[in-house]
């Protein structure tokens, strides 16, 4: 069984689609890199080639929610996610990294009564930039900045008045990374860990007991959208992945920690999430 689920989500993250700033046309000249995970950094002198590097992931693992707008309760279950990120170095100076991702995310949670669910969705789009550092062949450190932007609902299946939560929200924040490359089991492998904390954004909200109705309908604004620092919607979201080599791709494994909070106009929210990644990385050469 536990074999038929890892083939599974190798399966979905071969379908996972790129994005569409990666996707290619027929006339693109495409070619498929056998040493996935070597440094970069050695094709920098081969101009007429663009480098990419594409990762296709899977996630699931324990979500923690709170919304005091639906619910003073906290619920606990499941969350799922579907993730495409593309890195591909700057032509005009390749030390720089440009990463775009695709986040699809979907909970499910209960209270501990067990008397009601929370169901939410939530699709995120975030754009980086990063200098690399490479002190060594094994070692190399990636900093930068990083921007977000992400909607979404959370349902209630108990509320009768009120019973969804929207979600919109953009981030702007600090950005870094490290990879570490050894052999393992005379393969290349590649131990990579990021982080992201936004220190700056604005957000949607409704008041404490506004209704939707009054904000779409009446059109009763009252400081719905609001301006976040960390010290109101601290963020944090960071990820420790091991690469293995396989061929022409390689097998990503690994764990995906992302706290969100938020206080603002007197409403609660936070979402804890702990998830198991696996995934499958590519690198490209496009002329």
């Not at 190798?10 to 027929?26: D, F, H, K, N, S």
């Not at 693992?61 to 619910?71: I, K, M, V």
């Not at 089991?185 to 604005?202: I, K, N, S, T």
Request: charged letters at 20%; aromatic letters at 14%; one cysteine or more.
């Amino acid at each position: 069984m536990q074999k038929r689920l890892i083939y599974l989500l190798l399966y979905i993250c071969a379908l996972v689609p790129t994005g569409l700033w990666a996707q290619t046309t027929a006339a693109d000249d495409i070619v498929v890199d056998t040493a996935v995970l070597e440094p970069v950094r050695r094709y920098n002198d081969r101009t007429p080639f663009d480098v990419e590097r594409r990762v296709n992931m899977v996630g699931i693992g324990a979500a923690n929610l709170l919304d005091t707008y639906l619910s003073p309760e906290k619920y606990r279950g499941t969350d799922v996610r579907l993730s495409t990120q593309v890195y591909r170095w700057w032509k005009k100076n390749p030390a720089w990294w440009l990463r775009h991702q695709n986040m699809f995310s979907f909970q499910y949670a209960s209270p501990r009564a067990d008397n009601s669910n929370f169901m939410g969705a939530e699709y995120s789009y975030s754009f980086a930039m990063r200098y690399e550092w490479t002190p060594s062949y094994n070692w190399s450190v990636e900093a930068g900045g990083e921007g977000e932007v992400a909607v979404g609902f959370l349902y209630s299946t108990r509320n009768t008045n009120n019973p969804a939560q929207a979600k919109a929200r953009l981030n702007i924040g600090p950005s870094v990374a490290a990879a570490f490359r050894f052999p393992l089991f005379r393969r290349q492998a590649v131990v990579r860990y990021e982080a992201y904390a936004p220190l700056l954004g604005v957000m949607f909200s409704p008041n404490y007991g506004q209704s939707y109705y009054e904000i779409f309908t009446r059109g009763n604004y009252d400081h719905n959208v609001v301006p976040t620092t960390v010290g109101c919607a601290p963020v944090l979201r960071h990820q420790l992945t091991l690469d293995i080599a396989l061929r022409r791709f390689a097998l990503r494994v690994g764990y995906m920690g992302d706290m969100q909070q938020a206080s603002v106009n007197n409403l609660k929210y936070h979402s804890y999430s702990h998830l198991l990644l696996i995934g499958l990385v590519r690198k490209l050469h496009r002329r």
